[in-house]
Antibody
């Protein structure tokens, strides 16, 4: 069965960095686009980034553009999100989500999420 | 950016009743519209894609309809496990992908 397991969250000071990981199993990881979606406390879902199946195409939401970088290692079935210059408003649960195909833009499986708290 | 607006924010329903949730897009998204169910502490779950196609394993009491800018998710007879937050999301002409603000279906 498909499993997505995020890790790497924690408490970090404003301006610092954190790298999130998402370990995938149960499907051919290298064939699918992958996304990051976040949910701030008490708020709704916000799309963060997408990476194509082969890592050549990457797109970001405006709120993280220039600060976050999505990447993947298909040999390790792992998705990453490098988060730099963190701000209080980046505090959220970060989910990785599998695209239904190479990049249709909706998600058939999600992880349980990892919490990032940006606070001094 | 396409803005997705959901209403109502909260819907109070008794078990066995019908629930109707609305989602409006700021411009046409054709049929590129999905619905998700999200319970606290759990991963969101895909319910509906392409406006009206149920995802694998989703009960028939969930149905989606609409086109262009106006969409509806209906739950025909609410079960206890259906109390959750529901989000619509477009995937037309992206990035960016955007979600509605969510509708919380709560016990009346």
């Amino acid at each position: 069965q498909v499993q997505l397991v995020e890790s790497g969250g924690g408490v970090v000071q404003p301006g610092r960095s954190l790298r999130l990981s998402c370990a995938a199993s149960g499907f051919t990881f290298s064939r699918y686009g992958m996304h990051w979606v976040r949910q701030a406390p008490g708020k709704g879902l916000e799309w963060v980034a997408v990476i194509s199946y082969d890592g050549t195409n990457k797109y970001y939401g405006d709120s993280v553009k220039g600060r976050f970088t999505v990447s993947r290692d298909n040999s390790k079935n792992t998705l990453y999100l490098q988060t730099n210059s963190l701000r209080a408003e980046d505090t959220a649960v970060y989910y990785c989500a599998k695209d239904v195909n190479y990049g249709f833009g909706y998600f058939d499986y999600w992880g349980q999420g990892t919490l990032v708290t940006v606070s001094s | 950016e396409i803005v997705m607006t959901q209403s109502p924010a909260t819907l109070s329903v008794s078990p066995g009743e019908r629930a109707t949730l609305s989602c409006r897009a700021s411009q046409s998204v054709d049929s590129d519209l999905a619905w998700y169910q999200h319970k606290p502490g759990q991963a969101p779950r895909l319910l509906i894609y392409d406006v009206s196609t149920r995802a694998t394993g989703v009960p028939a009491r969930f149905s989606g309809s609409g086109s262009g800018t106006e969409f509806t998710l209906a739950i025909s007879s609410l079960q206890s496990e259906d109390f959750a937050v529901y989000y619509c999301q477009h995937y037309n002409n992206w990035p960016p992908l955007t979600f509605g603000g969510g509708t919380k279906v709560e016990l009346k």
